[in-house]
Nanobody
Framework: QVQLVESGGGLVQPGDSLKLSCAASGRADQTIAWFQQAPGKERVLVAAISRNGDGRVFMDSVKGRFTISRDNAKNTVYLQMNNLQPEDTAVYYC?????????????????WGQGTQVTVSS
């Protein structure tokens, strides 16, 4: 079992930055991904990172703006979001699976956090 807790969401203006955290407990040596789900839309993968950090994948629209990193000593994965835009507004979930994959489907992930709201508005 893996338990995931997200934090760091909030209300920001366009162009601002936020850093989300995903704290993992239980079997923490997992691939961790961040997904976003906007109202009325499907949940989509934003970024994922393998257990050792060597494998990473990003959604095209966030490349160059978002980075993903992890501190295995703290069992925490971070999503640094820069130059946020209104279209980034969504609930952000972290999710875990045992092995890294480039497949972005949410169905590939076994464990989920409760989500944190990110709202970008002027």
């Amino acid at each position: 079992q893996v338990q995931l807790v997200e934090s760091g969401g909030g209300l920001v203006q366009p162009g601002d930055s936020l850093k989300l955290s995903c704290a993992a407990s239980g079997r923490a040596d997992q691939t961790i991904a961040w997904f976003q789900q906007a109202p009325g839309k499907e949940r989509v993968l934003v970024a994922a990172i393998s257990r050792n950090g060597d494998g990473r994948v990003f959604m095209d629209s966030v490349k160059g703006r978002f980075t993903i990193s992890r501190d295995n000593a703290k069992n925490t994965v971070y999503l640094q979001m820069n130059n946020l835009q209104p279209e980034d507004t969504a609930v952000y979930y972290c999710a875990a699976r045992e092995f890294f994959t480039y497949n972005t489907s949410p169905s590939n992930y076994d464990y989920w956090g409760q989500g944190t709201q990110v709202t970008v508005s002027s």
